[in-house]
């Protein structure tokens, strides 16, 4: 049923959704939605709108309605359509909370979570250079007391061979000079 424009403006879900609800609370008798029907037809013999609509209206005249009547129940479909934005908004805010609200607190657990990994990564990483440096200021205690140990090693072996050397000079020397 097409009575309420082109088709192309519409989503076809929704206008056949409407046009139910509509049909499913049409008033006994002549009224908005048979005259809304009736320039739907007219549109195809009449191109002036003024013409269709008083086409429309005397046809219905001679059915009992009045123009009162046909403003009183276009308004009441009117009402039909905003209790059906009603509900569907209601059913639409019912999956957010069902379908999206789950998601939605899933998604800030996984950023919570998130936020925790990363002052925990950034804690490491804070542990990870006191020990670094740690290490280097070891690292530069070890190599000097390496180094002072082979220092001190060599100068006992240096003076171990010259005592050594002179020992054995006065031994030579013993040898030579004493009988």
Sequence with gaps: MDIFGESSQLDQRSASML???IED???DGF???EFKQSLTGLSAIHSDEATRFQSAYVTASTLGLTKSKLL??????KKVIEKEKLNFDKAAQNQIQKGIGD???KLEKYQSVIKQRE???KKLQEEIASYQTEV???TGELNGAETKIANAQTSFHNACQLVVHHINEDINKINLYIS
């Design 31 to 33: 009224d908005y939605l």
């Design 72 to 77: 009183d129940t276009a308004g009441y479909y």
């Design 119 to 121: 002052a925990q990564i």
């Design 19 to 21: 046009v139910k609800a």
């Design 136 to 138: 280097e200021k070891l």
């Design 25 to 27: 609370h049409n008033l």
């Design 103 to 105: 998601k939605r607190q």
